[in-house]
């Protein structure tokens, strides 16, 4: 089973920061588990899903237009996790947060692996005003 579990979300004021935190994770003992591409996405409510944030195993990041210049997505390969730190909170990023992955699951050597999508189960940022 691959699982992301998030971090980080809580209740602020407007203009202050958080820093949400996913790691990937498989709860099968002696399987290997590759994260391809990470990301975020955030769900207001009353409005659709969107992309916020994504970073690729080959070292691109970006973040949607509506934050940039204040969220910055990073990964640690290594730990098969992500961050989003985000600054310079509005009201307008409001959400809970998701964290999604692409992965690359080899249940026993010389075997097909698993390829699969998978989400956590999301942190809420409320940013106050």
């Known amino acids: 089973q691959v699982q992301l579990v998030e971090s980080g979300g809580g209740l602020v004021q407007t203009g202050r920061s958080l820093k949400l935190s996913c790691v990937a994770s498989v709860s099968i003992p002696g399987t290997i588990l590759i994260i391809n591409d990470m990301g975020w996405y955030r769900q207001a409510p009353g409005k659709q899903r969107e992309l916020v944030a994504t970073a690729s195993s080959g070292g691109n990041a970006d973040v949607t237009d509506s934050v940039k210049g204040r969220f910055t997505i990073s990964r640690d390969h290594a730990k098969n996790t992500v961050s989003l730190q985000m600054t310079s909170l509005e009201p307008e990023d409001t959400a809970v947060y998701y964290c999604?992955?692409?992965?690359?699951?080899?249940?026993?050597?010389?075997?097909?692996?698993?390829?699969?999508?998978?989400w956590g189960k999301g942190t809420l940022v409320t940013v106050s005003s």
């Open positions: 999604n992955a692409d992965y690359i699951h080899y249940m026993q050597s010389g075997a097909e692996p698993t390829v699969g999508r998978v």
